[in-house]
């Protein structure tokens, strides 16, 4: 589990190295969630979910910048990929 999370938290910190035009309220919502997945018993998953609301809120009031467009499409691409995953590896078990 602990490589799950360290490599949530290195994509995150990535994306914002490699994204300068990211907005304040997008590189706030990107270290809240970093630190808060770097707390003990925090569901890596929970946090990624809550970070891909937020964005999805700043978009519907037009405060999402190119890059937070971007950081929002990957995020959820993967929980997408990753729902996948698991129902597959979930009916193939049954």
């Known amino acids: ?3 799950f999370k360290k490599n949530k938290k290195q994509e995150l910190l990535k994306f914002k190295e490699e994204h300068p035009n990211l907005n304040d309220n997008e590189k706030s919502l990107i270290l809240n969630t970093i630190n808060k997945i770097n707390e003990p018993k925090t569901s890596q998953d929970k946090e990624i979910l ?15 910048s190119k890059d937070g467009r971007i950081l929002l ?3 959820q691409r993967g929980q997408w990929l990753w729902g996948l995953l698991n129902s597959v590896v979930l009916h193939d078990g049954s």
């Open 1 to 3: 589990m602990g490589i």
């Open 73 to 75: 499409k990957k995020l």
């Open 50 to 64: 809550a970070i891909i609301h937020s964005l999805r809120k700043l978009s519907i009031y037009g405060q999402l």
